[in-house]
């Protein structure tokens, strides 16, 4: 046998060591506090607090009713603050959702747990209002519409998609995701909260509309805020552009609805 005798073995230091986690904090309009752990690095991108949730999470407390008394699904969702905002509200029942890699779903549970504001109702994880779990986009959703049997439920009242269009290989499998969670009642409502980033493929981030449309359901637009600063300063493109959060909503047409 051929030994290499560690020839090709790479040095200790050969790859720059992962950036510890770290974390963030969410100021409701009450005053209260929301700490939010983040993974040191995630090739998926969810070692980052978006703008997409902040402001998503920010226009829940402003219409409280969107979410209140209501069943929530979030896709994508990293450190998970609209959801844990969705449930300091009064929703029924949340689902948060991100890659089904350990780390990622352990952060979102701990995220959970370290949240004093999220009521606590009994000893079992199937009665909480929040409950954490891994999933990739356009795959069979069984696992996360029966978190929902507790409380009678076969689909979703509400969906949150935040800062998950640059994604553009995805964007048929979302909107299937949405198609096989989303209640179809003309109240139900899929919020997709962005910002383009990268300003010169904002063309490429908006054809999930496209796509949403194609699939039947009916587009609006309902946020456009900017905030202070872009997230990525220093970056390339128009910064007015990446300062700009863009909300739409999807939701059944009557013809769909059931």
Known sequence: MFHTAGLFDEPADYYPPSPPPTSQTYTLQSGDTITLHLVGHSPLEAHHLWNGSRIIS???????????????????????????????????????????????VVNMKKNILGCELIPVVGSDAKDSPIIADGYVWGADPTHLLAHLEPVKRDRFDVLILADLLFRHSEHKNMISTIEATLSRKKTSIAFVCFTS??????????????????????????????????????????????????????????????
């Open 197 to 258: 980033y990268r300003p010169w493929l904002r063309h490429k981030d908006l054809t999930f509309f496209d796509v949403a449309r194609e699939r039947g359901f009916l587009v609006e637009k309902v946020i456009e805020e900017k905030m202070d600063k872009a997230m990525f300063e220093n970056d390339p493109g128009d910064e007015e552009v990446q300062k700009t959060v863009t909300g739409f909503t999807l939701r059944w047409p009557d013809e769909k609805c059931i």
């Open 58 to 104: 920010k226009y829940f407390e402003n219409h409280v009713s969107e979410v209140q008394g209501r069943t929530v699904l979030e896709l994508g969702a990293g450190a998970g603050l609209p959801s844990i905002v969705c449930t300091i509200l009064g929703a029924e029942k949340v689902v948060v959702t991100d890659y089904p890699d350990p780390e990622l």
